[in-house]
């Protein structure tokens, strides 16, 4: 099933795989338009039964150049904070609040912007031809926003520092070697493995990964202390739902599991 409507983006559901591939040639820019098409396109997946995972792709020669630079010539401060608000806080929200795993399947150019889109997901394969950058300082005169928490998160202050002040792209395999990345691949395998990882989420029960999806989001900033009770109430929670019944009579008499998503 494929959606029409939209004038920056392709949006298709196949094989309980949700595909939202950013396609506003030449760069992919972002601007107003495109977040509210994206936003759009992330609540159609999740309200589609039929889906189970979603891939967040770019048509042409890469993810996105990042936000359109012409774009936000004409802004004032209150501008672009306003424009902000949409392209991250709200992109954040609806993202971390979908009821299904996202991968970001990226290629070529993934910029400032981009780069929230892809960090945002909660996996990222990237093609041996792929480079990351994070251009705010040396672009903007500014922080690059969201990145000053994803870097410092996942790769640490000082190594996070470097790529912020300086502006310089990484290639792939330099941010899979940081930990940035899940996976790289050769170019012409992207489209496969981001699929191959895909289905195998699939033929897993949709309650499981919705589950465990929101306790990875609800203990990473938790404190140790809370851990172990959140931990005992997700456990058991999922011990009396119909999915986790079925998953241990499934082990045990051999065969596929049929879930519910109850």
């Known amino acids: 099933m494929t959606d029409s409507n939209y004038k920056t983006l392709n949006y298709s559901v196949a094989s ?80 971390r609040g979908l009821s299904m795993p996202v991968i970001a399947a990226v290629h070529g150019y993934v910029r400032e912007g981009a780069c929230t889109l892809a960090f945002a997901c909660d996996m990222v394969i990237a093609a041996d031809d792929a480079d990351f950058g994070y251009p705010g300082v040396p672009n903007l005169a500014g922080p690059p926003g969201m990145h000053v928490w994803f870097l410092q998160r996942l790769i640490g202050r000082m190594r996070a520092a470097e790529l912020i002040f300086t502006g310089e792209p990484i290639s792939a395999k330099e941010a899979y070697q940081l930990g940035l990345i899940t996976r790289v691949v050769p170019s012409n395998e992207l489209a496969t493995a981001t699929e191959e990882l895909a289905l195998k989420l699939c033929q897993m029960s949709p309650l499981a990964l919705k589950r465990t999806r929101d306790l990875m989001y609800q203990m990473e900033d938790m404190p140790f202390k809370d851990v172990p009770e959140a931990a005992l109430q997700a456990l058991s929670a999922a011990f009396d739902s119909e999915d986790g019944k079925e998953a241990r009579a499934a082990f045990i008499e051999k065969r596929k599991p049929k879930w519910t998503g109850r």
């Not at 760069?27 to 759009?40: F, M, P, T, V």
């Not at 936000?67 to 608000?85: G, N, T």
Request: a negative charge; one cysteine or more; charged letters at 30%.
């Open 16 to 95: 309980g795989i949700a595909r939202i591939e950013l396609d506003k040639p030449p760069l992919n820019l972002i601007d107003k338009e495109s977040a509210l098409e994206y936003h759009c396109a992330l609540k159609a997946a999740d309200a589609d039964k039929n889906a189970k995972v979603l891939i967040l792709s770019g048509a042409g020669k890469g993810l996105s150049a990042g936000v359109d630079l012409k774009y936000l010539m004409q802004f004032e401060s209150a501008d672009m904070e306003e424009f902000l608000r949409l392209f991250y806080v709200e992109t954040l929200k609806i993202v």
